[in-house]
């Protein structure tokens, strides 16, 4: 009993030790997880305070109701005031250091609650708004067709859903479209059973029809990149659409409670030999087409296109240069998808299923009548510096810089010039970004392009022209090219001493942390552009007492620092641009607009933001190499610009890397402009524009909402608080044990 008894206490201690593991550490973890965030997403003050005051008072009922209990703590008591039992010099140093921990942790907590910090961006969003009553009652009309007319509603609806939701949403539903990447906010995920098949249809129709903008306050509409596709879509494309968005991921609607079973639903493809082709049909013809020529209904708005198997000649292989590839070959593509184009990683499919596309595919040419050639490299070769500088000289040698450039930024003298086999023209690889690369990132994969090339495009065999070392030295030299910058959704501004450097090669831009921001088409008005050119910009900021400076970095492989006002773009259906806008001859600028409003929790759009809701437009042009201020009200009409709004730009461009460098006043004497304070949270986006690709006005790349922080001023106030917290403490320590001794 007594060993029972004294456990009570540390059981105590361990419960709110546990306590404080939860709400500190476990639940910013689970929420990153679930989130998903970059970060562990911590729980608000508020919350933490809550929950402390809750456990600490659950230990005093727990103390306080058991006598035993009460006892050890008054004996602790004791033992720390009158220093009962505390005879032996160990003892006496336990008690003393306890003695002159307790006021220094009570200084500690006192700074962490007072001192300057910056705000965190915490945003709680309903995920399932309830559903307008306008639409409670609408139904599918779809679903009350015959056999025959929802098999063809079924394979109108694939075609809608392919060039109008793919773009975000993906080929399978999945929510990993090539857009997907470029936005916070991601695109749901169809096939997650906690998502449409958690609501019942007209609430899709709902979702389909008002898009973002139609969104309740509590859903964060601003967030949200879901177009309002009642302007582009006819009633009955929308419900097309819904009807495809559950067929394509494989699950149902939920039904309303008291309502009739439906019909089984009617599959679109008939005529199909085989599981093969049936797959084929449903997943595949979209893009690639029923004959398998590279001619689907969403192949017109694609960069680059899709594969015409008919030709049966394929980039990714394992085997000699001019050869097939292998089933496996074929299966890793669908399996993994190609980064950088509209092909995704078919991983909703079972392998199985993923075998027999392969064996259909292949029907599509005679290419697969002999066994190919397998390319297997005589040893593995590791990393190392004397590797990478051999691989430097290797990359000079075989001339690869007059296509990917000097620093591998595709900006080499023969990229303008590129084609692939069908004379398309062809981008060379960016082989600084990792994420892009075609077949993978690692120095294994890269090595088997080198050996096998990549047939149909420019890229070359060098099996016969490098040595086995030379290639694995190339190789790990292109795998050390890559650049990752860190990710997150706060720039942190750095206070320095002195003037803000003007110029993006001031060493001083160095010092200030980085924040590599993503970036997607703007595919949510019309014109739609999925093709977009630029999907990261890296971006860092300092400032003083009176100036904020703002350096912009992204790839671009070529500089366009000349204008002239083009026609409007050549759209397709449902608002998308043509793919073959890229090819028109166009002289178009370059250029970048930073998009900054007011820090308040309801904020605009991040596209131009609303009406009624302004943003401020920085907007720098690569023809003047100026920047000027604008003010937007959403992107229904173009942005206006705000004279008496000072603002300095200057960018250089230099091995396929524009560097911009924008300086703005922290005050504005502007009403309509942005203020800049301290440790605030001040919402911006990232619009840029690469005039060789055709983009323009709303064809350009977009960030969502990051945010800018300015680093908080230092104060006195949280040091002199701590001292005072410790002296209170040890002064009361003082007394207490001063009142215990003349007991």
């Not at 890269?446 to 190789?475: K, Q, V």
Request: with cysteine; charged share 25%.
């Amino acid at each position: 009993m007594r060993t029972r008894d004294s456990s009570s206490l540390a059981r105590v201690v361990v419960a709110l030790l546990v306590a404080w593991l939860v709400v500190d550490v476990a639940i910013p973890m689970l929420a990153m997880w679930i989130a998903p965030a970059p970060r562990p997403v911590p729980v608000p003050s508020f919350a933490r305070a809550l929950y402390a005051l809750l456990a600490i008072a659950g230990a005093l009922v727990y103390v306080s109701a058991n006598a035993r209990a009460t006892a050890e703590v008054r004996a602790v008591a004791g033992w720390l005031l009158r220093g009962t039992s505390a005879r032996s010099r160990g003892a006496q140093r336990a008690r003393l250091g306890v003695l002159v921990i307790l006021p220094l942790v009570a200084g500690a907590v006192v700074w962490n609650a007072v001192r300057p910090r910056e705000a965190t961006p915490t945003t709680l969003r309903t995920q399932h708004p309830t559903l307008p009553q306008a639409f409670e009652p609408l139904k599918n009309p779809l679903r009350e067709l015959d056999d025959a007319g929802r098999r063809a509603a079924h394979a109108d609806g694939r075609d809608v859903f392919q060039i109008a939701c793919r773009p975000c949403h993906g080929a399978a539903a999945d929510g990993r479209g090539p857009m997907a990447r470029g936005f916070r906010l991601k695109p749901a995920d169809f096939t997650d059973p906690g998502t449409i098949a958690t609501v019942v249809e007209p609430y899709a129709f709902w979702r389909v029809s008002e898009g973002g903008p139609g969104l309740p306050r509590e859903a964060t509409p601003w967030d949200s990149a879901m177009p309002a596709w009642k302007h582009d879509l006819a009633e009955a494309e929308r419900w097309k659409a819904v009807l495809a968005a559950y067929d394509i991921a494989g699950v149902e609607p939920r039904k309303p409670e008291g309502s009739p079973a439906a019909a089984a639903p009617a599959r679109p493809t008939t005529g199909a030999r085989d599981d093969g082709e049936r797959i084929y049909r449903a997943r595949c013809a979209p893009c690639h087409g029923e004959r398998g020529d590279g001619k689907g209904p969403a192949a017109p708005y694609l960069d680059p296109g899709p594969r015409d198997f008919t030709a049966g000649v394929f980039e990714l292989r394992t085997t000699e240069s001019g050869q097939p590839p292998t089933d496996d070959d074929l299966l890793r593509v669908v399996t993994n998808g190609i980064p950088g184009t509209a092909m995704p990683a078919w991983t909703v499919l079972s392998e199985r299923e993923r075998r027999l596309v392969v064996d259909y595919v292949k029907r599509f040419s005679d290419n697969f009548t002999t066994k190919p050639a397998i390319v297997r490299p005589a040893k593995s070769v590791a990393a190392s510096v004397a590797i990478v500088a051999r691989g430097r000289d290797v990359y000079r040698q075989a001339k690869c810089f007059e296509c990917h450039g000097e620093a591998g930024r595709a900006d080499g003298p023969s990229a303008p010039t590129l084609k692939n086999d069908h004379g398309d023209p062809l981008q060379s690889a960016n082989l600084t970004s990792g994420w892009r690369y075609n077949g993978g990132r690692d120095a294994a994969d890269i090595f088997m392009r080198l050996a096998t090339g990549m047939d149909g495009t420019p890229m070359p065999s060098y099996a016969d022209t490098l040595h086995e070392d030379d290639r694995w030295a190339l190789a790990h030299y292109v795998r050390s090219l890559q650049t990752d910058a860190a990710g997150g959704v706060v720039l942190r501004a750095r206070a320095i001493a002195g003037d803000v450097p003007r110029t993006a090669d001031d060493a001083r831009w160095r010092e200030a942390p980085a924040l590599a921001i993503p970036l997607a088409g703007q595919v949510i008005v019309r014109p739609r552009w999925q093709n977009h050119a630029v999907d990261e910009v890296v971006a860092r900021a300092v400032f003083n007492d009176r100036e904020l400076a703002l350096l912009l970095e992204w790839d671009d492989a070529t500089r366009n620092v000349e204008h002239v006002e083009p026609g409007p773009p050549k759209l397709g259906r449902f608002g998308y641009v043509l793919a073959d806008e890229r090819t028109r001859e166009l002289k178009l600028r370059d250029g970048v607009r930073v998009q900054l409003a007011a820090p308040d929790a309801d904020r605009p759009h991040f596209l131009l933001g609303s009406r009624g809701r302004p943003v401020t437009l920085w907007h720098w042009r690569a023809d003047t190499d100026r920047a000027m201020t604008e003010r937007a009200e959403g992107s229904e009409t173009p942005p206006v610009e705000t004279r008496g709004a000072p603002l300095e730009g200057r960018g250089v461009w230099k091995d396929g890397r524009w560097r911009v460098v924008l300086v703005r006043r922290l005050g504005s004497d502007h009403p309509r402009d942005v203020t800049l304070a301290r440790g605030a949270l001040v919402p911006f986006a990232v619009h840029v524009w690469d005039g060789a690709r055709g983009e323009r006005d709303l064809l350009m790349s977009i960030s969502s909402w990051t945010f800018l922080s300015l680093e908080p001023a230092a104060s006195a106030f949280a040091p002199l608080t701590a001292l005072l917290a410790v002296g209170l403490v040890a002064g009361g320590e003082w007394w207490l044990v001063r009142r215990g001794r003349r007991r």
